[in-house]
């Protein structure tokens, strides 16, 4: 007869994927993981594989938490309204990153990614979905008449993307948050 999980995986993958984003793969050991998780590491083994594979876990789970780039930017009506709140909202949660651990995609990007060629791929994708979702509003922001014919709808979603994986960076690194402020002020900019 199989034992009873004597903790939630959910939970245990919640608190891992803190961990990983406050500390970094390299720097999280299996030993932290026991430690922080306060179950043995059997158990992590059995339920989520070796630290690797928990990472890749916790790193599927920030992406289902996070942003709903389809849901904000393809309402109907103006896009633009939509595209300037989500540059803004980059740049405030980034300012106000009170842990500073920055988005765990560019931390990935930065840390792991170089080394791992299936992590680097999810990043790519990830950029990839954020880039093709943009394109597609700003597409129709265009045929709207809110953006010029002369604007490249996919150069601007690749300037965006940039800029907003940018200040996830500056807002971990930065406790000035008039740069990143002064930053999103000149991407608004260029959707005029």
Known sequence: ????????????????LELFWQRGYEATSMADLVE???IGRASIY????????????AYERYLQNGIDFVGLLSQPG???????????RFAEE????EKRRGCLVVNTAVEVAPHDPALAR???SNWDFIETTLTSALTRARAQGELTEE?????LARFLLTVMQGMRVIGKGSSDPERLYDTAAQ????LE
């Not at 059995?46 to 876990?57: C, E, I, Q, S, V």
């Not at 604007?151 to 150069?155: E, F, I, L, S």
């Open 1 to 16: 007869m199989a034992r009873t999980k004597e903790f939630d995986p959910d939970a245990v993958l919640q608190a891992a």
């Open 36 to 38: 922080h998780l306060g």
């Open 46 to 57: 059995a339920t989520f594989g070796n630290k690797r594979d928990f990472y890749l876990k």
């Open 78 to 88: 103006p896009v633009l309204p939509a595209v300037r709140a989500l540059i803004e």
């Open 94 to 97: 980034s300012a106000h990153d």
């Open 122 to 124: 999810r990043v790519e």
């Open 151 to 155: 604007k490249d709808p996919r150069a």
């Open 187 to 190: 991407a608004l900019r260029a």
